[in-house]
């Protein structure tokens, strides 16, 4: 909410109607863009490294 209403200045109603991405995608501009890889990307960097595809299987 702090990121909404104080530092973008959202009115509330506009806050409430915002999604998600919309205030992630505000989030990023604001802090200059993603700096961490998603989960979801590391815990399927991780089961692709200890289960790499082999041929022939």
Known sequence: MML??????????QFWRATPG???AAWEGLSG??????AV??????????FPDVDGE
């Open 41 to 50: 990307s590391r815990d399927l960097r991780r089961m692709m490294d200890a």
């Open 22 to 24: 919309e205030l992630f």
């Open 4 to 13: 909404g209403l104080s530092v973008l200045r959202w009115s509330p109603d």
């Open 33 to 38: 863009g993603r700096r961490v890889e998603p």
